[in-house]
C-alpha cells in the first residue's frame, strides 16, 4: 500500500525517506519505467509558464552514488519490458556503456549515471525531464547541486528523491524536513509486510549501534556516524545575533571554526 500510495503522486517534488528492505528499488525502477512508456518528445504539450505550445517529455535521468545501484535500477526495468514482447517491441536501443540507456522508437528515453569517485561531472550537459536520485544522502552536495541545475531545463521538470538517511543535514534533510514544495514518504522497516519479532532481532544483531539502527531501520535523520559533535548540542548552542549588538566580554574565551562536523 504504501508503495502505490508513493507511485501515485502527482507532486512534482517527492522524497522517499524510506528504511532498509521497503522496496525503495522496486518503486524507482517503475517510476522511470512508466514515465518511459508513457512519454514521447513527439507529442506537443501546453507549457503554462511560457503560455505555448513545446515538445513533450522525452528523457529521464537516474542519478546514484555507485555505479552497482545503477545497474539493480536499470536491471529490474530490463525485466519489466522483458516479460512483455509488445514493451520490447518498442526499445530501438539497450545500452550499459558509456551509460545506462534505454530509448524507444518515440524518442523517448532513460539514462543513468553514478556518481562515483568524480563526482556527477559526466551528467553536466545533459538534459532531462524527470529526475531520480537514489540513496540520495550519500551522493556529495556538488553532485546533487550538478543535478538540480537541470531543473532549470523548463518549469515542468519533476524530481523524484530517495533514501535512508544518514545522519548528515544536507540536501536530503532539507527537502525532508524544510522544503514545503516537497511532498516526504517516510517509512520505516516496520511498514514491511514481512515484519515479524525474528527479523527485529536478527536486525538489531546486524544493527547494533543506536544510530544504525535509527538510519537504517527507523529512517529517521538521528546523529551522523562521522559528526565530530551531536547536532542537538550544535543547535543547543546556537543564538542568533547582531555583529552591532554584540558586545565583547572580557571573562568570555571565543573561538571560531570552519568545516566543522563533516
Known amino acids: 500500500e504504501y508503495q502505490a500510495l508513493a507511485l501515485r503522486c502527482t507532486s512534482k517534488r517527492k522524497v522517499h525517506r524510506w528504511g532498509r528492505r521497503l522496496g525503495k528499488t522496486d518503486n524507482l525502477s ?9 512519454n514521447s518528445p513527439k507529442a506537443q504539450r501546453w507549457d503554462s509558464y511560457r503560455q505555448e505550445w ?27 519490458i522483458a516479460s512483455n514482447p509488445e514493451l520490447q517491441a518498442e526499445v530501438k536501443r539497450d545500452v550499459s556503456t558509456p551509460y545506462h540507456c534505454i530509448e524507444l522508437y518515440n524518442g523517448c528515453k532513460i539514462v543513468g549515471f553514478s556518481a562515483g569517485s568524480s563526482g556527477a561531472e559526466s551528467v553536466r550537459g545533459q538534459k532531462a525531464d524527470h529526475i531520480i536520485l537514489d540513496e540520495m544522502d550519500y551522493l556529495d552536495e556538488a553532485s546533487i547541486e550538478t543535478i ?6 523548463h518549469s515542468d521538470v519533476t524530481l523524484s528523491c530517495a533514501s535512508t538517511p544518514s545522519g548528515r543535514r544536507e540536501y536530503f534533510y532539507r527537502f525532508c524536513r524544510e522544503r514545503m514544495d516537497f511532498k516526504e514518504f517516510h517509512y520505516s522497516s516496520h511498514a514491511n509486510p514481512s515484519w515479524s519479532p525474528q527479523m527485529e532481532m536478527e536486525l538489531r544483531e546486524f544493527y547494533n549501534t543506536e544510530a544504525g539502527w535509527q538510519h537504517e531501520i527507523l529512517a529517521e535523520f538521528g546523529e551522523a556516524l562521522t559528526s565530530v559533535f551531536q547536532h542537538q548540542y550544535v543547535q543547543a548552542g546556537r543564538l542568533d545575533y ?16 570552519i568545516d566543522w562536523n563533516d
Request: include cysteine.
Open 30 to 38: 517503475i517510476e522511470g519505467f512508466h514515465f518511459l512508456y508513457t
Open 54 to 80: 513545446v515538445n513533450g517529455f522525452g528523457t529521464c535521468l537516474i542519478l546514484t552514488p555507485f555505479l552497482s545501484q545503477v545497474k539493480n535500477l536499470f536491471g529490474r526495468m530490463r525485466e519489466l
Open 148 to 153: 538540480l541545475a537541470l531543473l532549470m531545463e
Open 242 to 257: 547582531r555583529y552591532e549588538e554584540v558586545v565583547r566580554n572580557p571573562n568570555a574565551q571565543y573561538s571560531i571554526g
